[in-house]
């Protein structure tokens, strides 16, 4: 469906960080390893607290495929009385799409990676060591040396508390000490830039379901998905997010031009007051000069514009013969098959959503001669339909 909304150049940058991202989370290609877990504490001489388990995790594509499996029993002893907590956890990330295991329902949710792009937007894509360790710096974490573990030497640091032994930006090994709780994770066996298969992703055979949180919100049943398609769906998902992420790092780049350009004008981020109009425009200039200049910006903008305005034509006729939510909905997905988009369902459809949703449709339409001749990102700022 075609989406009416008032663009502008922040607006763009700033939705961009919630894309899926192809960001590389460690310098090795490819891994498996196998941690051993333990933990012990007596939390206020109340609760004593012993646990131990197995970790195991393999990677592809430096990290862009993430599989991880975690087994670990607890045990708790409150005033004599023990119980025993048995947990079992598994995840596959495969780029822009999660897949996590519910052992107790035998069932695997997919859904969005959500949380992807934002390494994309902060720290860029290729120099893995050095956008981690200023990550780590900017949070507040501390270098302390190096160690090895299993003959791999890694360096060591501190936040809050918790030491990580990282190797190539994969943690070997992570001691905490924490309010009487003492816990090690620690490799037992790696093996680096290895050869993998399918067969290293398995996941139990369990139905797998579109972890949707509307329809959830709407009291409705998951959707079982076809097994045989999930490939498929998996790569159209992985192809959009490949082209998304080259957009999010050079938004991030933008992002961080216009800031300092915005800090350099005098603006303190910190005063709580609204920019003036001057430096509003100095902050989109050094961010457009940033991601190739105003002519590429406006090309790119009145190009996704545009390409919107395909599916009006089907959008006008379809919700307008829609009287019910189911109808309309139905609409949604029809357009989103059609026209390879990704809206999600309406959760309200009366005869004043209706109205509202034609009438912008109209408005839109209207704005479209003005969105074609536009060579100016002033210009297409004025195109926009106004409340």
Same mark, same amino acid.
């Given at each position: ?5 008032? *663009? ?59 599989? !991880? ?11 004599? !009385? ?30 969005? #990676?959500?949380? &992807? ?38 360096? /060591? ?50 139905? *797998? ?39 999010? &790092? ?29 430096? /509003? ?12 200049? !105003? ?36 609409? *949604?997905?029809?357009? #989103?098959?059609?026209?390879? !988009? ?12 209706? #109205? ?32």
């Amino acid at each position: 469906m075609t989406k009416i909304a008032k *663009v502008s150049l922040v607006v763009l940058v700033s939705s961009s960080m919630l894309l899926a991202s192809q960001m590389r989370k460690y310098d090795v290609k490819s891994a498996k390893i196998e941690y051993e877990l333990k933990g012990s504490g007596d939390i206020m001489g109340m609760v004593k607290i012993e646990s131990m388990g197995k970790k195991r995790l393999i990677f592809d594509d430096y990290g862009i495929k993430n599989f !991880e499996e975690k087994s670990e029993v607890k045990k708790e002893t409150t005033m004599g !009385e023990t119980k025993v907590k048995k947990n079992h956890t598994m995840t596959y990330v495969n780029s822009a799409i999660m897949y996590q295991v519910d052992f107790k329902k035998k069932i695997i949710n997919r859904l969005k #990676n959500q949380g &992807a792009g934002m390494a994309a937007f902060f720290g860029g894509r290729d120099n893995i060591k050095e956008s981690g360790e200023n990550t780590m710096k900017s949070i507040g974490g501390k270098k302390l040396g190096t160690d090895k573990v299993l003959g791999f030497t890694c360096d /060591v640091w501190d936040l809050m508390g918790v030491k990580q032994c990282i190797y190539k930006g994969i943690p070997l090994k992570v001691e905490s000490d924490m309010m009487g709780m003492k816990s090690v994770e620690i490799a037992t066996k790696a093996e680096f830039d290895i050869m993998l298969t399918k067969d290293d992703f398995k996941l139990p055979d369990y139905p *797998v379901y579109d972890y949707d949180m509307d329809r959830m919100m709407e009291g409705k049943k998951l959707k079982e998905l076809d097994k045989n398609k999930l490939e498929a769906m998996d790569a159209k998902a992985n192809a959009t997010a490949k082209v998304q992420s080259k957009e999010m &790092a050079e938004a991030g780049k933008g992002m961080a031009a216009g800031m300092v350009a915005l800090a350099e004008s005098g603006f303190d981020m910190s005063s709580g007051k609204e920019m003036a109009p001057e430096q /509003v425009q100095i902050m989109q200039k050094a961010m457009m000069n940033a991601m190739g200049g !105003e002519g590429k910006m406006v090309a790119k903008m009145k190009r996704e514009i545009l390409d919107g305005t395909k599916s009006l034509e089907f959008a006008q006729e379809c919700f307008g013969d829609a009287d019910t939510l189911k109808e309309a909905n139905t609409c *949604v997905d029809k357009g #989103n098959q059609m026209f390879n !988009e990704d809206e999600e369902h309406l959760r309200s459809w009366t005869k004043a959503d209706k #109205n509202e949703m034609l009438k912008e449709m109209k408005e839109f339409k209207k704005s479209i001669p003005c969105f074609e001749d536009a060579q100016t990102m002033q210009a297409i700022q004025q195109c926009m339909p106004r409340e």
